[in-house]
């Protein structure tokens, strides 16, 4: 890769931050699968951070890591955040106007 060449000092250090900012918010935002043995199943559990997202049961350990990470990629594939990243131009509040539409469904 070659070095990168900077035209304009203060552009560089602020796309430096970028990266940053997004590198800290990607381990901000760690998820884990952990499979455990619990008398005759298996509990399997999707955790981001030590908070519990979703968790389940299954009879073989097998189908419990299955399940663990099919879960995993199906919260990864509808893209969840967290809710400290979110904007309000991503959710607006009640107060913006939504440029005159009707609140109700019929009309």
Not at 17 to 40: G, P, Q, Y
């Amino acid at each position: 890769m070659p070095p990168m060449v900077c035209v304009s000092e203060p552009f560089c250090i602020e796309r430096r931050l970028t990266e940053i900012t997004h590198a800290i918010r990607c381990l901000a935002s760690m998820m884990e699968v952990t499979v455990a043995k619990r008398r005759r199943s298996w509990e399997w559990r999707v955790r981001q951070n030590g908070t519990l997202i979703m968790h389940g049961r299954e009879r073989t350990r097998p189908a419990a890591r299955y399940q663990g990470y099919r879960s995993l990629f199906m919260l990864l594939a509808i893209g969840r955040r967290s809710t400290a990243f979110r904007t309000s131009e991503t959710f607006p509040t009640p107060d913006q106007s939504n440029s005159g539409a009707s609140t109700s469904w019929s009309s």
